[in-house]
């Protein structure tokens, strides 16, 4: 059966692939110099955390990838060759559940998931609701005619009577978050499957701008790879606020803007808040849109997790920053933007979360087939798209730092997390039940004490994992740790 899928799937065939192996074909494709890969030492065996899927590999590669970047980065702005990057196998797993071992004040994180949250069964399958921001609760009640109180059982059977395919689609007219549980032969029918790119990271020049590395990260220095670097970040819940935490664990400059229109999500907030300094804007408001601008003027990267086209329908697209930078400063700029399902094909513009897009690719019908206890569908043991997606998105980021400098040019880089999925099926999967033998992290008591710090935050004392990437000789690691919304200056350092 597993040999029968694999003829059939739309993807490459990577199942020979190491963690190393993905590291150096993805670097290949990005046009970096291929000596450096001589530096990226990942360390450790096995198969990692229980599940069917490869993600120790794709959990040290796309880490491993981002710190080599970082790495490259660091030989341009001292001349010097590139220094050791070292991922061990272990520590990189654990990093892939960040969000779910720390402790703040004493108190494990808390449960991401609300109490609608997981499958439901309709007329012929099962749908996924998604309930993490109270307006997906809300959105979902009401779509369905129950009211705002409405329990679980409720919900349960409002569903029960829709086609899988028609609440889904019903759910995305109504701006809510439901995914159809889907195998891969009903996934690789879609349009959209066949839409997603091969590679987990695109990047696109857009533009004109003189070569060399901003002026602020040659003076900037030089005890972190990114020292100077100017990342604004527009973004909630894990992929993209992961790529801004990994940026400032390399030494960027991250000013996290949200939205004082949107709640806080404290066990989320809390963790990828970690290196950052954060404001709020209002962009409903004229004085928001004047506000974003003037600190993109001085900004070398935009980084955005927004539906696509969102941000562009207020007046912040591609094209228009790319242009203001060359016009007003005759520079370039980095615009990086993390989806769910790309920049291409008919659910572009769709709303997705990690666990959707989980569910409507076929993930979680094989991930249970392959555990064999009869389920309808299986989640993975980790939001290990968002994770991916986030490491990807920062390399992305940093691949086109470096492209700028040799080559000059404003760029765009395009993650998503159906592209992050296509890459981790094309992997293959460990046979049966196998993979399932790895050892899980539940609880911060299950994470050895070599890979976890203890810091002081706004919110009281935090014990949390530290970045499982070294680089020789260069720190690793953040500056700034987790603050309440809003609480810096709207400026850059």
């Known amino acids: 059966m597993a040999q029968a899928q694999s003829e059939r799937q739309p993807v490459p065939d990577r199942t020979s692939f190491t963690a190393k192996d993905s590291v150096e074909y993805i670097w290949k494709h990005l046009g970096l110099p291929a000596e450096s890969l001589e530096a990226l030492d990942l360390k450790g065996s096995g198969p990692g955390l229980p599940s069917s899927f490869k993600i120790a590999d794709l959990a040290q590669a796309s880490i491993g990838l981002s710190a080599l970047l970082a790495a490259q980065i660091y030989t341009l702005r001292t001349a010097s060759p590139v220094p050791a990057v070292t991922v061990r196998r272990q520590h990189a797993i654990i990093e892939f559940k960040s969000e779910r071992l720390y402790t703040l004040a004493g108190q494990p994180a808390q449960n991401l998931w609300g109490p609608l949250s997981g499958l439901h069964r309709t007329s012929d399958g099962h749908v996924r609701v998604h309930d993490g921001f109270p307006n997906h609760s809300n959105g979902a009640k009401s779509l369905l005619g129950c009211s705002p109180a409405a329990d679980r059982p409720t919900v349960s059977a409002a569903i029960a009577p829709w086609r899988s395919v028609d609440l889904e689609t019903a759910a995305f007219d109504a701006g809510c978050v439901i995914s159809a549980l889907r195998s891969y032969a009903q996934w690789d029918v879609t349009p959209q499957a066949r839409a997603v790119a091969n590679l987990p990271i695109l990047l696109r020049r857009i533009g004109d701008a003189p070569q060399g590395l901003p002026p602020s990260m040659r003076s900037a220095p030089t005890d972190k790879c990114l020292r100077g670097l100017r990342v604004l970040e527009l973004s909630r819940v894990i992929a993209t606020p992961l790529s801004g935490k990994t940026l400032a664990a390399h030494g960027a400059d991250v000013l996290w803007v949200t939205s004082p229109n949107l709640p806080d999500l404290p066990p989320i907030d809390r963790e990828f808040g970690r290196g950052k300094r954060t404001i709020q804007i209002d962009l409903s408001a004229p004085q928001g849109s004047a506000e974003l601008w003037q600190l993109l003027d001085d900004a070398h990267v935009f980084v955005q997790g927004y539906r696509p086209g969102a941000l562009a329908a207020r007046g912040f697209s591609e094209q228009a920053l790319a242009a203001r930078a060359a016009e007003q400063a005759g520079r370039g700029i980095i615009c990086a933007n993390l989806s769910a ?39 993975a043991p980790c939001q290990v798209l968002d994770h991916a997606a986030g490491y990807f998105l920062a390399a992305g980021v940093e691949a086109a730092v470096y492209r700028q400098a040799v080559e000059g040019g404003s760029w765009a880089v395009d993650v998503s997390l159906a592209g992050v999925m296509k890459y981790l099926r094309s992997l293959g999967q460990y046979e049966g039940r196998t993979g399932f033998e790895g050892r899980d992290y539940t609880c911060l008591a299950d994470v050895p004490g070599e890979y976890l710090e203890t810091r002081q935050t706004g919110f009281g004392e935090m014990t949390f994992v530290k970045h499982s990437a070294a680089v020789e000789g260069v720190e690793v690691g953040w500056d700034v740790m987790p603050k309440p919304l809003g609480s810096d200056e709207k400026r850059w350092l």
Request: aromatic share 10%; charged share 25%; net charge negative.
């Open 341 to 379: 399902y790309g920049p291409d094909g008919p659910w572009r513009a769709r709303r997705g979360f990690d666990s959707l897009v989980q569910t409507c690719s076929g993930m979680n019908v094989s991930e249970a087939e392959h555990y064999g206890a009869g389920e309808a569908g299986r989640a």
